[in-house]
């Protein structure tokens, strides 16, 4: 793995305004990573380990957004690498890249390490074959390393490292990995549906744009499929700011605006971008 591949861990700057909906699960997983993290002396001596957690569903439905407002929440530096990434042809290497993640996820502790594509990493044993997979020894690799992760009797906020899987296909996984004490907690997030679902949504990525005063949210979701992922979401959304500018610098070839008045201030979304928007979509899931 050359280090240029491994991002330092770091805090990152996602917060839960950020995410809309998902209510139930922001609480459920504040309760099964805080309480370790806040309160380790509570868990010392106690036979309840955990290492991690999974999450699984189809791409683009916030898995990654929720594992960094999780950091960010709790004020835990994030590493993030995908399997992928950590397969080398070359013997042993692929062995030597988890254990480097691992490490430096420990030295930056408390540290949430979320591993992406995790199917890549961790196939079902046997499954692989020669076909340039993780190997047998790249498994075991994780399985030493996610069994060392838990914390133990002198566990204190200074070593804690908890692993977020994510995955679309966890059918696919090495089951040996979601054993208790591993990754044995594993969460559903799935394309966001109803009206009040998605409307929460749209409210948290336009969070960060400005909005004429006669735009509806909930007047987008309803013209919306009934299931839509967040990316799906967030393409309206950037296709409605993106109308925006373009409105702006008409009004700037018109005269309307000048040159000097023009800033991200001056990008406000109205009901017709955001119906452009609307037009745009094209789902990524039925
Ligand atoms: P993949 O499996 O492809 O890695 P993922 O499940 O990790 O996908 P994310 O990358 O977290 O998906 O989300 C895709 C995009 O959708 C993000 O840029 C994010 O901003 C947006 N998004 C997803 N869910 C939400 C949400 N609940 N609120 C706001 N934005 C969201």
């Known amino acids: 793995l050359q280090s240029q591949h491994l ?3 770091k805090i990152p700057k996602v917060y839960w305004n950020d995410i809309g909906g998902l209510d139930k699960l922001k609480k459920e ?3 099964t ?6 309160y380790p002396h509570l868990f010392k001596n106690s036979s309840f ?3 991690g957690i999974l999450l699984y569903g189809p791409p683009g439905c916030g898995k990654t957004l929720i594992a960094k407002a999780i950091s960010t929440e709790l004020n835990v530096s994030f590493l993030s690498v995908k399997g992928p990434e950590l397969l080398n042809m070359y013997i042993g290497q692929s062995e030597e890249n988890v254990r480097k993640v691992f490490e430096s996820a420990r030295a930056s502790s408390p540290c949430i390490v979320f591993l992406d594509e995790l199917d890549a990493l961790a196939p079902r044993r046997g499954a692989a074959g020669d076909s340039g997979g993780a ?3 790249v498994v075991s690799q994780l399985l030493a390393e996610v069994d060392g992760v838990t914390y133990t009797d002198d566990a204190d906020t200074s070593n804690f490292v908890f692993i977020m899987g994510a995955t679309n296909r966890p059918d696919l996984l090495e089951q040996s990995l979601l054993r208790p004490g591993r990754l044995d907690k594993l969460i559903y997030v799935g394309p966001y549906s109803g009206l009040e679902e998605k409307t929460k949504v749209l409210t948290a990525l336009c969070r960060s744009h400005k909005l004429r005063p006669e ?10 499929p009934e299931r839509c992922t967040g990316a799906d979401l967030m393409q309206v959304v950037s296709t409605a700011r993106a109308a925006a500018v373009r409105a702006l610098v008409n009004r700037l070839h018109s005269g309307i605006v000048k040159e ?3 800033n991200t201030d001056s990008i406000i979304l109205g009901v017709s971008e955001l119906w452009e928007g609307v037009q745009s979509f094209r789902p990524s899931v039925t």
């Not at 735009?215 to 919306?224: H, R, T």
């Open 215 to 224: 735009v509806k949210l909930d007047d987008v979701a309803a013209a919306l």
């Open 29 to 31: 997983l504040l309760k």
């Open 7 to 9: 991002d330092a861990p």
């Open 33 to 38: 990573i805080e309480f370790p993290i806040k």
């Open 49 to 51: 380990k955990r290492s």
């Open 135 to 137: 190997s047998d020894r």
């Open 260 to 262: 000097n008045e023009l």
